[in-house]
T-cell receptor, first 113, second 117 residues
Framework: AQKVTQAQTEISVVEKEDVTLDCVYE???????LFWYKQPPSGELVFLIR??????QNEISGRYSWNFQKSTSSFNFTITASQVVDSAVYFC??????????FGTGTRLLVSP | GAVVSQHPSRVICKSGTSVKIECRSL??????MFWYRQFPKKSLMLMAT?????????EQGVEKDKFLINHASLTLSTLTVTSAHPEDSSFYIC?????????????FGQGTRLTVV
């Protein structure tokens, strides 16, 4: 079965705090892609990162970092020194093989000043 | 990155009328486009997959006669909500992927907020 689990429904932090959004996936495919998207209140989906199953290197992009662990089937996303503009719903997603995208249920992040 | 343009961004229509939503890939050829529906505070639910030049594949529980999908060219797919009812009010979003490019993410349109009154 192909599945993405984002156990955290909503997270509230105060500005400048670090926050980690969890993502656990399930797939039997050996080739797959993992994504994170941001959905601000306006609704559009903003692509943040793509990782393929053969690349376990962690990635850092500014205040964002991603930790991909195949051993635990996790692809967690950390925001360092959060800002109010980071407030959004964040979706983790999986493309198993070359099939259709499977979304997690999303984590709503609220960053207060 | 690649751009997917969705239009309109917002539409209000009367019950019983039909609404067409367009999804265009602006700088790549989208052999496959996907249509999602998102209820408030919920995840995206895949409605159907459309392949250029062939009939769309609908997910279980999605009425194909209600949600007509046409993918007539490599850059355009349309979703028509026929005989709309208030329960069809939702956020609809499309994505496009060129499966000829294996190493490509799915690019999303800006979404369309449909309100049926």
């Amino acid at each position: 079965a192909q599945k993405v689990t984002q156990a955290q429904t909503e997270i509230s932090v105060v500005e400048k705090e670090d926050v980690t959004l969890d993502c656990v996936y399930e797939t039997r495919d050996t080739t797959y892609y993992l994504f994170w998207y941001k959905q601000p209140p306006s609704g559009e989906l903003v692509f943040l990162i793509r990782r393929n199953s053969f690349d376990e290197q962690n990635e850092i992009s500014g205040r964002y970092s991603w930790n991909f662990q195949k051993s635990t089937s996790s692809f967690n996303f950390t925001i360092t020194a959060s800002q109010v503009v980071d407030s959004a719903v964040y979706f983790c997603a999986l493309i198993p093989g070359f099939q259709k995208l499977v979304f997690g249920t999303g984590t709503r992040l609220l960053v207060s000043p | 990155g690649a751009v997917v343009s969705q239009h309109p961004s917002r539409v209000i229509c009367k019950s019983g009328t039909s609404v067409k939503i367009e999804c265009r890939s602006l700088d790549f050829q989208a052999t496959t486009m996907f249509w999602y529906r998102q209820f408030p505070k919920k995840s995206l639910m895949l409605m159907a997959t459309s392949n250029e030049g062939s009939k769309a594949t609908y997910e279980q529980g999605v009425e194909k006669d209600k949600f007509l999908i046409n993918h007539a060219s490599l850059t355009l797919s349309t979703l028509t909500v026929t005989s709309a009812h208030p329960e069809d009010s939702s956020f609809y979003i499309c994505s496009a992927r060129d499966l000829g490019q294996k190493n490509t993410e799915a690019f999303f349109g800006q979404g369309t907020r449909l309100t049926v009154v």
